[in-house]
């Protein structure tokens, strides 16, 4: 197959609107086709350069194609962007490009799940949480926990789109980096030394000063954690605090 | 709380429920964010702040992992954040009672987004040739109406909660009979239970994981011994 326009550069306005439609990649998430039609709206900018446009064949069969089920995390589906877009307009064979998009949305889903929404999320809301145990004011805390999620975000997505233009087809090695593979383990050992110090600090800011109920406040909790953790895949822990804050409410009212 | 007043809140809501999914992403709907925005609103950012902590632990229990559906927390934190800076500092059943109306919200707008996935998918249905001809028009007006449908349920869910649970925690905080120092100790347990064995749930795989942990809380035992 010809190689249309791999070889040059994509032009900076496309790359830039592809990387800001990716923003929007879940706008139509369904239980259909999960990001599938998000992955066709990011890449569609880039297929207008086929030939014949958007009136073209290649430009239709081409966003057909793309906008048919897809998975991935939707932070590192710009990997999958970037390498379906030089394979589309490399004019990479069409069954094989259906085959990469099945191969690569499962590896896609459970790094980014790990890396973002089980390490990195979790960990940027207990530096703010501790900013606000600390004593830091509403600006502190959210501006925090703002620029540092977001500059992780940001990145990302910036690095996966970059990485997936880079290598199309061959990207899966790029999953490798030591960040997607390691960067789990490391921030969540972060994230639980972050978390012995903002929890405490926090609930002492919450109850208030010259109370000397904390140490009460933290050995309850502590039953309470030990109790989830052996109830773990059979009951959600923010159900249960709505039943019990349901319940304590209703006494509250009835004393 | 009348409509006209409800109104900007409920437009941040929106605002603040599209980014759960839909558009950025930027989590700006975590609830700690989402909460002391609404109270900034109400002129009261350390409300919205406090109470946007608590639902901000409670909430680490419910990561958006893949396909799984989980409580909306964006539209959620606005709500619970404006109910509470919008109340006199120091009532003792404040904070539950604002607590309970956000998670209500935070289960109902949950709900809500798994009936706008299915009415996307229903639309996508009913387009599914346009797609497979690979209509451009089709695509953005498939994605387009799904994100301004999105804003529209944000908004809704905000403010139905909002007319809802404005006279209503009002009420309770009125006949409330428990102490102040006891209704804060039970929100506060609650919130740290929840949190602490969300994170146990996500970490306890990692090695070496508890220790860290506990070296956290030595470092602040030590940061009590000068107070």
Redesign the interface.
Known sequence: MTSLVATVDLPLRVKLAMYFRM??L?????????NG??V??SI?PALRLLPGG?NGEA??????RE?RYF?AH??LAGVAVGALTRAELDGVDATRIERFRTALAGPL?SVG?RLV???W??F???V??GV?GAGG???A??GT??LL??AG?FLLRAWGLRIGLLRGLSVASALGNPVLRQG??YI????????????????QR???PG?A?IG???A???V??LL??VL?ERA???R???G???V??L????? | MSLLEALPIALLGALLGLDV????????S?P??AA??A??FIGN??G???IG??L????????????SRY?EWGSAGVVGGALFADQTAGMP?AL??C??AA??T??ISGWSMVVL??M??GR??RTRDR??????DA??S??????SL?LLRGGLVTIIAMLIFAPLVKA?VA????ES?A??????????????????????S?????W?????????AG?QLPR
Not at chain 1, 26 to 34: K, P, R, V
Not at chain 2, 206 to 210: I, K, S
Not at chain 2, 212 to 220: D, E, K, N, Q
């Open positions: 923003f929007a879940q706008g139509s998430w369904n239980y259909e086709t999960l039609t998000g066709g709206f569609e958007v430009y239709r069969a081409a966003l057909a906008s998975n939707p932070y889903g799940d929404w089980a390490s999320l979790p940027c809301s207990l703010a949480i606000f004011s509403a600006l805390v959210v926990f703002l999620y977001n975000h789990p383990v969540g050992c972060a994230a639980a030394l972050v978390g012995g110090i903002a929890l405490p600090l926090a609930l919450i109850v208030g109370r109920v009460g406040i933290i309850a909790a502590f309470g954690i989830l953790a773990r959600e822990g923010w249960i605090a709505l019990v804050l349901a304590f409410v006494y509250s009212l009835l004393t | 999914v839909s558009f950025p992403q930027a989590m700006i975590r700690i964010i002391t925005a109270g900034a950012p350390p919205g702040l406090l902590v608590v901000e632990m409670i909430a680490l229990d419910t990561l958006p992992f893949g396909a409580p059943g539950p009672a607590l309970l998670l209500l935070a289960s996935r299915r996307i998918a996508l249905a797609l497979e001809a690979g209509s451009r695509l953005l498939l994605h387009l109406s799904g994100m999105d309770i006949v409330w009979g428990s120092a209704s804060h100790a039970v929100v506060v347990v609650i919130a740290a239970t929840v949190g602490g064995a969300a994170l146990w749930k996500v970490f306890h990692v090695r070496h994981v508890l860290f942990f506990l070296a956290g809380l030595v470092v602040w940061l």
